[in-house]
């Protein structure tokens, strides 16, 4: 089965500094993956996608950026985090056996990030 | 576009009271429904699912009918428990080749002993 890898569990930053979060995954290849953020008191915003390496949609205008250097690795990152960048984050991808009988999602632990 | 659409919360019920959580949506063709878990400090969890109408997906003590006729995918539980309390997304895929996941914007639910 497969495993999504997300670190850091928790971050605190400062406003201005610098952002990288990784998203490893395990058990699959060639997977569609994404980055949601969940901010407080709200629902899940898909805010990128990745079909394949080098391969980057973004769903929504922001601060943020995402690289796929890797077939199993997701990168979310930051030059200069804002306050409004505070949320919890969620790398996912479909279930391996998703083309076949639509399973959803498989999600990581999530990264809780402060941006004080 | 396809959408989701979700009961506000929060919502605050005893133990062993009976929950209901709405959820209808919008898509074009034939959409799987999902819902999903997230407790505290956790990330998402899928809790039952439904690919085809009339589907009824369950886990847990949770059940959710996939009503093709009314658009929706209510979540029910008979006897909720404390630990039930968390935050509950319904989902839909539209089937599309990048597997997407609409999300509505949760419902946290608080179970009181």
């Known amino acids: 089965s497969q495993t999504i890898h997300q670190w850091p569990a928790t971050l605190v930053q400062p406003v201005g500094s610098p952002l990288s979060l990784e998203c490893t995954v395990e058990?699959?290849?060639?997977?569609?993956l994404y980055w949601y953020r969940q901010a407080a008191g709200r629902g899940l915003q898909l805010l990128f996608y990745?079909?394949?390496?080098?391969?980057i949609s973004s769903e929504v205008p922001q601060n943020l950026s995402a690289s796929r250097p890797q077939d199993r690795q997701f990168i979310l990152s930051s030059k200069k985090l804002l306050l409004s960048d505070s949320g919890f984050y969620l790398c996912?991808?479909?279930?391996?056996?998703?083309?076949?009988?639509?399973?959803?999602?498989?999600f990581g632990s999530g990264t809780r990030l402060t941006v004080v | 576009g396809d959408s989701v659409t979700q009961m506000e919360g929060p919502v605050t019920l005893s133990e062993e009271a009976f929950l209901t959580i709405n959820c209808t949506y919008t898509?074009?063709?034939?959409?799987?429904l999902f819902w999903y878990v997230q407790y505290p400090g956790e990330g998402l969890q899928l809790l039952l699912k439904a690919t085809k109408a009339d589907d009824k997906g369950s886990n847990k003590g949770f059940e959710a009918t996939y009503r093709k006729e009314t658009t929706s995918f209510h979540l029910e539980k008979g006897s909720v428990q404390v630990s039930d309390s968390a935050v509950y997304f319904c989902?839909?895929?539209?089937?599309?080749?990048?597997?997407?996941?609409?999300f509505g914007r949760g419902t946290q639910l608080t179970v009181w002993p």
């Open positions: 898509a074009t063709g034939y959409p799987s």
């Open positions: 989902a839909l895929s539209g089937g599309s080749t990048l597997g997407r996941l609409y």
């Open positions: 996912a991808c479909p279930s391996k056996s998703y083309r076949a009988l639509n399973y959803g999602y498989t």
């Open positions: 990745s079909v394949g390496i080098g391969q």
């Open positions: 058990g699959t290849s060639n997977p569609n």
